[in-house]
């Protein structure tokens, strides 16, 4: 495990997530459902007074894609640093997310690298493919892949980020567009995917790592998508929210609207369900699903 460990410092400098059927959204699937027309919206700001969260975006939308790689790199290590620690019974502990355990959560990381490089593969070849070929078979994975062992788990975090690594190495054209549930988006955006599945799952592991452990630049960028992924969505409680940081944008249309601010992290992990509003200013009894 130690050279697994070492190896992987190496792998995952050069480096390119879903949640269980308990959870009430998937922000995978809603990603990836986001219309076309919304993704340029955000980036061009054609609604300028529903967000302001165009700067991450704008970078992928130019293929411009080595500093999310580069922060990506950093995630795995510290996911594979705090993973590498765990003994056989701490992976069959609940994780923070409903009914599934740590090996559940891990699982499902590894799957979810697999799922980006069949996209990233099938857009290479010109032959567009889906992120899993089903939810069955999805969810089948992450069921049969959660009853191995620890050291199989950690191995697997391992080297399907590697995998991933490697074949995020080989794309030459970042701009070319991925049909995908409900549009189609630059190849560039998976990285952005990757970075968030990561982390946010990082968090459910349970083993320590915070919202305040997030560093500034990955939570705005973070906080931008989630923004983003959430802008229509009426359904959600009617807030107006400011960071530290300058992101901006209105969410929802239920009950008396309010301003919320605070720092990027604790409003990404706030709009992603893992919180009740810590480290926030007046989000005092309003909750968000969770985001998967």
Not at 159 to 169: P, Q, Y
Not at 205 to 211: A, C, E, R, S
């Amino acid at each position: 495990m130690r050279e697994s460990r070492g190896s992987s410092r190496l792998t995952f400098r050069r480096l390119c997530s879903r949640a269980p059927a308990t959870i009430r959204r998937s922000v995978t699937r809603t990603m990836l459902g986001a219309a076309p027309d919304s993704f340029r919206t955000a980036l061009h700001g054609d609604e300028p007074g529903k967000a302001r969260v165009t700067f991450m975006l704008a970078i992928l939308n130019q293929g411009q894609v080595e500093p999310a790689l580069r922060r990506i790199a950093t995630a795995t290590q510290a996911l594979l640093r705090q993973t590498l620690d765990l003994e056989e019974d701490d992976w069959r502990a609940p994780s923070l997310l409903p009914g599934w355990s740590r090996a559940h959560v891990a699982s499902h990381i590894s799957r979810n690298a697999d799922a980006l490089r069949r996209v990233i593969a099938a857009a290479r070849d010109g032959e567009p493919a889906p992120l899993y070929p089903s939810s069955a078979a999805k969810f089948n994975d992450i069921e049969r892949g959660s009853e191995r062992s620890g050291l199989e788990l950690h191995v697997d975090l391992d080297t399907s980020a590697g995998e991933l690594a490697n074949l995020c190495e080989r794309v030459e054209d970042w701009l070319v567009p991925v049909r995908l549930i409900g549009g189609e988006f630059p190849l560039s955006v998976v990285t952005l995917i990757r970075l968030h599945e990561l982390t946010l799952h990082h968090l459910d592991l349970d083993t320590g790592f915070t919202w305040e452990d997030v560093d500034l630049i990955p939570a705005r960028w973070m906080l931008e998508w989630m923004l983003i992924l959430l802008r229509d969505d009426q359904s959600l409680p009617a807030v107006d929210i400011e960071s530290d940081a300058g992101v901006a944008a209105s969410l929802g249309g239920v009950g008396e609207r309010r301003t919320v601010t605070g720092p990027d992290a604790a409003l990404w992990a706030w709009v992603t369900g893992r919180t009740k509003g810590e480290g926030l200013t007046d989000a005092e009894g309003i909750s968000f699903p969770l985001a998967g």
